[in-house]
C-alpha cells in the first residue's frame, strides 16, 4: 500500500526541480526576507478551469473568480511571512490574465507546460516555469 501512494521519481524529480527554481528566484527578488531564517511555505493554487466552466454551464453554479484566489491568497501572507504561491490549471492563460496582472507581490509563480496551445506566441515571462 505504501508504495502505490509513493511519487515516482520520474514525478517528483522534476517537481523538485521546479520548486527549487521558484524558491531561486523567490529568494533574488525578496533578499530582505531571508536575512535569518530561510524556509519558503509553498501554497499550490490547483485550477481545473475546465471543470468549473463545465459545472457553471452544466449545473448552473458560479465559477470561481479572481477575487476567491486573491483574497485566499492574502489569508496565507498574513499567516505565512515566506509565502510562494505556484499556479498550475489547464487554463494557464486565465492565471496569466486574471491573477498574474493584478498581484503585486513577487510571491506568484506560473507553473506549467510551454506546449500549452494558449500561450504560443503569448512571451512567456521568465517567471513561467516549466514542468
Known amino acids: 500500500v505504501i508504495n502505490a501512494f509513493t511519487f515516482r521519481e520520474n514525478f517528483s524529480n522534476p517537481a523538485r526541480a521546479v520548486l527549487k527554481s521558484i524558491a531561486h528566484h523567490y529568494r533574488q527578488n525578496n533578499p530582505k526576507k531571508f536575512r535569518k531564517k530561510k524556509e519558503i511555505t509553498f501554497v499550490g493554487i490547483h485550477q481545473r478551469r475546465g471543470d468549473h466552466v463545465s459545472f ?20 496565507f501572507r498574513d499567516k505565512f511571512k515566506r509565502v510562494v504561491f505556484v499556479y498550475v490549471s489547464d487554463d494557464l492563460e486565465w492565471g496569466m490574465e486574471k491573477l498574474e496582472r493584478r498581484i503585486k507581490t513577487k510571491d506568484f509563480f506560473i507553473a506549467g507546460s510551454l506546449q500549452d496551445p494558449a500561450l504560443k506566441g503569448k512571451g512567456i515571462k521568465t517567471h513561467l516555469i516549466p514542468i
Open 56 to 75: 457553471r454551464d452544466e449545473g448552473n453554479i458560479d465559477e470561481l473568480g479572481a477575487s476567491y484566489f486573491l483574497e485566499s491568497m492574502e489569508m
